[in-house]
């Protein structure tokens, strides 16, 4: 057998092995909890692991808000769900996570038209955008994986506080855990690596971190009301967020997560299962993977930071502070 004949076989092998630990291990949302009467936002919701919790919200009878940047994409997955569920009470409302714009517009129509929010699912996130800026002069990556979703909570947390045992579910990553330190302040900075995919790969880290911390800080704004908030890893998940990746790069993982990884209706569990389960109220703030809390990433373990990071944003997006 050839070097490279050899080299693929053992390669096979290697990813057979993770494809049966991950259909072995990946946990499933077994509650039964009806949402007839509720209303659920989900972000980026035309497709992956928002559609499929999307989907799951409209089969237990939930109002479903499918917050897409694309209208077209939006309105078709709403018009699929629909068909899937029999429920007629889902809809596309348009909303760009890298327009602060768009998404002030968003939260002023709900604020202005829904009577409550009970639960909303922070899943909008691309993976890569180079040296890209927003109209709004942030990093666009880091806009739309966390600053964005952010200034959408903020807009709506009073809606949701008015809401009984509402919740606020903020889809991280585990390569958080790959960030042992950042400086918070410097958060609009494409990092000075020699190549720029290795920066990529920071920037990503440093959102799906970020978007953690901010549910650490969020949970403690949020004592004494009974609104929760949570974050989680959903795994590794054949979803189109490598989709602004280089061509070859693109192709090569398309096929390894298709056929080796989580299917989105996998991924979609803890979503789920963080929106709906009962007896998790009091774990608000941590961080969850395949349907059960996991403990946190080290950095994660400092309270002032992510205090600190929690100011460094509202200075950033000129916000007052909340409470």
């Not at 990503?204 to 949970?219: G, V």
């Not at 299962?273 to 403990?295: D, P, T």
Request: glycine share 6%; hydrophobic share 40%; proline share 2%.
């Amino acid at each position: 057998m050839s070097l490279t004949l050899s080299i693929l076989f053992y390669v096979t092998i290697f990813l057979g092995i993770i494809k049966l630990y991950i259909k072995l291990t990946t946990g499933w949302c077994k509650s039964n909890v009806c949402l007839i009467g509720k209303t659920a936002i989900v972000t980026g919701a035309n497709t992956g692991i928002g559609y499929e919790t999307a989907e799951d919200f409209a089969k237990r009878g939930a109002k479903v808000i499918l917050a897409c940047r694309n209208e077209d994409r939006g309105t078709k997955a709403a018009e699929n769900i629909i068909k899937s569920t029999d429920n007629t009470n889902v809809f596309f409302k348009h909303l760009d996570m890298s327009s602060f714009e768009s998404v002030r517009k968003f939260a002023e129509d709900i604020n202005k038209f829904e009577k409550r929010l009970d639960i909303l699912v922070n899943n909008a996130g691309v993976g890569t955008c180079g040296r890209k800026k927003s109209e709004n002069g942030l990093l666009m990556l880091m806009q739309i994986n966390y600053f964005g979703p952010f200034l959408l909570t903020y807009l709506l947390l009073d809606l949701l506080k008015k809401t009984s045992n509402s919740r606020v579910i903020n889809v991280s990553s585990i390569v958080a855990k790959l960030l042992k330190n950042f400086d918070i302040e410097d958060l609009n900075n494409f990092p000075k690596f020699k190549f720029d995919w290795l920066g990529n790969v920071y920037l990503y880290s440093l959102s799906k971190l970020c978007n953690i911390l901010f549910t650490i800080e969020l949970s403690k704004k949020l004592k004494g009301t009974s609104t929760t908030t949570y974050s989680l890893h959903p795994g590794v998940v054949n979803t189109k967020i490598i989709r602004d990746l280089p061509p070859v790069m693109k192709y090569s993982n398309s096929l390894t997560f298709k056929h080796f990884f989580k299917s989105p209706i996998e991924g979609a569990q803890t979503n789920i299962y963080c929106s709906v389960a009962k007896g998790i109220e009091k774990l608000s703030g941590e961080h969850f993977h395949n349907c059960y809390r996991v403990s946190r990433y080290n950095i994660m373990e400092s309270q002032e930071l992510a205090e600190r990071l929690w100011k460094t944003t509202e200075r950033i997006l000129n916000l007052q502070e909340m409470m």
